[in-house]
């Protein structure tokens, strides 16, 4: 049976697009339907990393130049604030209005506490908690405007909102500003008819970890520690951001979602 699609006509952006979650969300949005503009860094690597995107997409929406009409990159530094500003502008450009927000770009370079550089904890402040504010500004202010005003706007938070890490010192406060700033961009924009809500994943297979649970006694322990047995990969966020993103999710806001394989709730 064909998969009912939940976000035809809907278009979308997610900040750090081209790879891990963000990557995986473009790709379950535009199979439902929608159509997406994907934000990226703009250096070569993350530029050739959006034309794979592309070519992916190509062989699921019946070739490439159907690909270019559902798919657009808008790089830039979510540090920036012009960035968000851009992104936001080239979805309305091409495709009339927004729908759906993504915050997801994020770093996380792992360090003992007592390494950690002023410079390391300006740079992932910047890029994770600035960056998610410069871009849902953006977004909030054209879902605020356009007619009818509304849309929804989901934040990539982290279980590191909700429990520490001994080399996530600079990394864990980000991702609870990014659940504090969901929880009040929902309280204050909900007269707009805009919902904001978290997603929080758990061990999820991304290029910011891959490297620590290619550790086989690392990844049997975490695997161990999660009652579903397995740690995640990008695309299981895929089907929680098309739920916030959809009218299913209509009357949900201020809401955080773990999406963890149950490994925050497994402590005894």
């Not at 130049?65 to 502008?89: Q, S």
């Not at 979805?91 to 506490?113: P, Y």
């Not at 390391?120 to 909030?140: P, Q, R």
């Amino acid at each position: 049976m064909a998969q009912s699609q939940l976000l035809v006509g809907k278009s979308m952006a997610v900040t750090g697009g081209v790879t891990g979650i963000g990557r995986a969300i473009a790709i379950g949005y535009i199979n439902h339907g929608a159509n997406v503009a994907v934000n990226h860094l703009g250096d070569p690597k993350s530029s050739e990393q959006f034309q794979t995107l592309l070519d992916e997409i190509s062989q699921s929406v019946g070739g490439k130049e159907e690909a270019r009409k559902r798919l657009i990159e808008v790089p830039g530094d979510v540090g920036d604030p012009e960035t968000g500003k851009k992104l936001v502008a080239a979805v309305v450009e091409k495709w009339g209005r927004l729908d759906v927000f993504i915050s997801n770009a994020g770093i996380c370079e792992f360090r003992e506490f007592l390494e950690i550089t002023p410079d390391l904890w300006n740079k992932t402040i910047g890029t994770n908690l600035t960056g998610a504010y410069n871009t849902i500004h953006a977004a909030a202010t054209q879902l605020s405007k356009q007619s009818p005003p509304g849309g929804s706007i989901i934040g990539v938070s982290s279980i590191s909102a909700l429990v520490g890490g001994a080399q996530q010192g600079h990394y864990t406060p980000t991702k609870a500003g990014v659940l504090s700033l969901i929880q009040s961009s929902a309280c204050a924009l909900g007269k707009y008819n805009i919902r904001c809500n978290a997603l929080l994943p758990g061990t999820i297979k991304t290029q910011l970890n891959e490297k620590d649970l290619e550790d086989d006694t690392k990844r049997k322990y975490m695997e161990g520690r999660i009652p579903l047995g397995r740690t995640g990969v990008p695309s299981d966020l895929a089907g929680p951001a098309v739920f916030l993103g959809s009218d299913l999710s209509s009357y949900v806001t201020g809401a955080q979602l773990l999406v963890d394989g149950g490994l925050f709730v497994n402590l005894q």
